[in-house]
């Protein structure tokens, strides 16, 4: 394309635009834009570094508006167009010529664009017809391959996971078993401690009545236990008891006392939890606590 301004031709239009009315820079780019019909529109680096030499030459001068230069022909600047004014009216033709031969250039583009893509377009219509089927195959076959495999993939998921519950099924079987005979272990060896612990003790409450009225009862036998009871007191008082004899004297005898009693209610409420309570059984111990009772009123009304 060649160049819309010959040399100088700018330099001219420009004192011309400012000739009609002051303007600023980007005003004068709109017009120039507006006499071509928006087919040239100069750059700021073109008009700007123009107007600030006719300026630095004393054609034309500005004043700040707004923030903006705002350019105005001086006296100096219309001489020049009143002598140029033949040149001036060359340059409209030529404008005129400009806008013309740009409108032509811009319509042969478009025109040749325009055929280009028509026939691209046909080319690629025709291509794509004998493709269409080929490609249409290829795309279902490939949807066919991803939902095969698809397929397997969900399949193999399924499989493992199926092996991995069966695994952690026979697992949990295993250690739910392994923790039944612990459990069964545990039971029948604690069992066996308190079999033996008894069967020492010739019976619990009977032991600790006898204890406490200073006697041992015999081993199994309630009748027993309530002769050491009415034994009294004096057979056991010069032998040191081994029950409670973790408890040691605290110099205070109200207090030991109650340690002691403590004692006994706790290791007799443990038997009972532990093995059991019949009414039988109740009946005997309230036997022991009676003449256990009664002989310690004695002691205590004694020693008063």
Known sequence: M?????????????????????????????????????????????????????????LVTHATEGGRKVYSITDAGRAELADRGGELADLEVEIRDSVTELAAEIRDDVRGAAGDLRREMRAAASASATRVEDESWKAAKEDLRKARQEWKEQARRAKDESRRAREEAQQARRQAKEAQERAREEVQRIAGQLQEQFARSGGVLGSLAGAWLGGAPAAGSADASADASAAGVDGGAGRASQWAADLAATGDPARDLDRLLDRFRDEVRDAARDRGVTSAQVAEARRHLEAACGRLGTTFGAGS
């Open 2 to 58: 060649p160049p819309v301004f010959a040399h100088g031709r700018l330099r001219l239009y420009l004192l011309k635009l400012l000739d009609e009315a002051p303007r600023h820079g980007y005003e004068v780019i709109r017009l120039l834009e507006e006499r071509f019909q928006g087919l040239y529109a100069p750059s700021a680096g073109t008009v700007y570094p123009r107007l600030a030499k006719l300026e630095a030459e004393g």
